[in-house]
């Protein structure tokens, strides 16, 4: 898999990270390390160390400071991170200072799931509309918005911008979906429905499959020999 980089900020102390590449992989682990400080901070911890932090999101230590070495140095030897500092460096890398705004399209059980999570807010995302095309979905109320039309795209982005587009709809409307938001200008989209979709240079998909992560948990449940789950019945061949 092709290895993509996004480029640091500048702290605004000047740190050694000015300019340089954070890995793909050290991006997927920031909000890991985020959600772990933010545990830390509600617990009342106000310093914490590497080892304490990396044992948090199951990582080592060397790889912990390794990553955050690409936002500069934050850490104090003896002493180890200020637990709120780091958050608030970690928060502003991974662009959770600014206000998101999110366009959901498919409101189906998932989407309505995706509509009512309270979570977005807390974290920088702000769900602007609930687009679908089923005429039976139109005009319902979810989370306190109103489902419009999915032909009413184009007109949301018009109203104001839109910096990330959520798709939770079935396989087989999933390609026509992400072709109008990319036509309509929104090119971060998070694909929930299970299919690869095509997009054009510059744009960016994160693909949440969940069947797939059960399948993964599935094959290491049968590797530990679980006594759970009997073989399903096979046919025989003819």
Not at 2 to 8: G, K, M, Q, V
Request: charged share 20%; net charge negative; with cysteine.
């Amino acid at each position: 898999m092709e290895t993509r980089t996004l480029t640091a900020r500048t702290p605004a102390d000047g740190a050694q990270a000015a300019g340089r590449d954070i890995p793909e992989a050290t991006v997927a682990r920031l909000p890991e390390y985020l959600r772990a400080l933010t545990a830390l901070a509600e617990r009342g911890i106000g310093t914490c160390s590497s080892d304490e932090l990396a044992a948090a999101v199951n990582v080592n230590s060397a790889k912990l400071r390794k990553d955050l070495s690409y936002l500069g140095s934050y850490g104090t030897r003896g002493v180890g991170y200020d637990v709120d500092y780091l958050s608030y460096q970690i928060a502003r890398e991974i662009g959770l200072m600014q206000d998101w705004p999110v366009v959901i399209v498919g409101i189906g059980n998932l989407g309505h799931a995706l509509a009512n999570y309270a979570g977005f807010g807390s974290r920088g995302f702000r769900v602007v509309a609930l687009l679908d095309a089923a005429p039976e979905l139109v005009d319902e109320t979810v989370g306190g918005l109103v489902v419009r039309p999915f032909d009413d795209l184009e007109a949301v982005v018009a109203d104001g911008p839109v910096a990330i587009g959520v798709i939770a709809t079935p396989a087989g409307a999933a390609q026509e979906v992400v072709d109008r938001l990319v036509a309509a200008g929104i090119t971060s989209i998070l694909n929930f429905a299970p299919t690869t979709l095509a997009v054009p240079a510059g744009v960016s998909v994160r693909k949440v499959d969940l069947s797939i992560e059960l399948q993964i948990l599935a094959f290491h449940e049968q590797r530990k020999g679980s006594p759970v789950v009997q073989p399903l019945a096979r046919e025989a061949s003819a």
